[in-house]
């Protein structure tokens, strides 16, 4: 199984930006989708955004047109690109594989991945 390894997290004030990195073992394109999700402290774990093998793009409302996820073929590696970063962006970020769904009309991912250690965002006020 191709494992997911999550990178470059860090702390920075609001309005900053920040680059995540999901390094892949192997061909990323052996998955359905990537996505990257967020766990705040006390908080239910939610999808953030993902990218299938075809190229298609979800990301959630409350990050749109602030984060971006894209892939790097070549390097086994998909992105999200967070910019304009909010306090209540705070979290442990995690990636991982699986398959767009919906439940009841919300998109969401089936995870067929373990999850990893993630890497904590921290913004600041």
């Known amino acids: 199984q191709v494992q997911l390894v999550e990178s470059g997290g860090g702390l920075v004030q609001a309005g900053g930006s920040l680059r995540l990195s999901c390094a892949a073992s192997?061909?990323?394109?052996?998955?359905?989708?990537v996505g990257w999700y967020r766990q705040a402290p006390g908080k239910q774990r939610e999808l953030v955004a993902y990218i299938t093998r075809g190229g298609s793009t979800y990301h959630v409302d409350s990050v749109t047109g602030r984060f971006t996820i894209s892939r790097d073929n070549a390097k086994n590696t998909v992105y999200l690109q967070m910019n304009s970063l909010k306090p209540e962006d705070t979290a442990v970020y995690y990636c991982n594989s699986g398959a767009p769904i919906r439940i009841a009309g919300i998109i969401s991912m089936a995870v067929d991945g373990s999850w990893g250690r993630g890497t904590q965002v921290t913004v600041s006020s």
């Open positions: 192997g061909s990323i394109s052996s998955f359905n989708a």
